[in-house]
């Protein structure tokens, strides 16, 4: 076959170090748009960004040239030190290590992009915690309360 053809749509999830409410509101979207940035440097298709003072969501399609894992680590990365140099936090602004990375068909992408732009609505009803809780259950992954929860 001459050429590559895909279809991948990965939601990642990530939060703030300790899940500190650090990710001012009046800053976000200038830090979207920077991650926007980042990812589209990485020739990859940001459709979705959004997120509370602990936590973000970011649904990309994603091409089959590049590492999921390297583009996760170069968003937490260059947006960590992007939040330092601005200095927007009093304490050095950090990424909880790991990362949540869940797959999606193009029929649901209305759902998902509906799903994430309603974040704040979202979090009156649920913590980060309970909505990372149903996510893994929902896709039938086992995890460990205690090590994807710590505090640090």
Same mark, same amino acid.
């Given at each position: 076959m001459a050429d590559t053809y895909s279809q991948i749509?990965?939601?990642i999830i990530f939060a703030v170090k300790g899940r500190a409410n650090l990710i001012p509101n009046n800053k976000k979207?200038?830090?979207y748009k920077y991650i926007t940035g980042i990812v589209t440097n990485e020739q990859q298709k940001l459709i979705a960004i959004n997120g509370m003072p602990d936590h973000i969501h970011i649904l990309i399609g994603l091409k089959p040239n590049k590492s999921l894992?390297?583009?996760? &680590?170069?968003v937490?990365?260059?947006?960590? &030190?992007?939040?330092?140099?601005?200095r927007w936090t009093a304490v050095?602004?950090?990424?909880?290590k790991g990362f949540g990375a869940f797959s999606y068909g193009h029929s649901q992408l209305s759902r998902?992009? &509906?799903?994430?732009?309603?974040?704040?609505?979202?979090?009156?009803?649920?913590?980060f915690k309970e909505e990372y809780s &149903?996510?893994?259950?929902l896709y039938r992954i086992?995890?460990?309360p205690n090590h994807t929860f710590k505090e640090n």
């Open positions: 749509y990965i939601q979207q200038e830090l894992s390297d583009l996760v &680590r170069d937490k990365s260059n947006s960590s &030190r992007f939040i330092n140099e601005k050095k602004f950090e990424w909880q998902v992009i &509906r799903y994430i732009e309603q974040q704040e609505e979202h979090h009156h009803k649920l913590t &149903r996510i893994l259950e086992s995890y460990n």
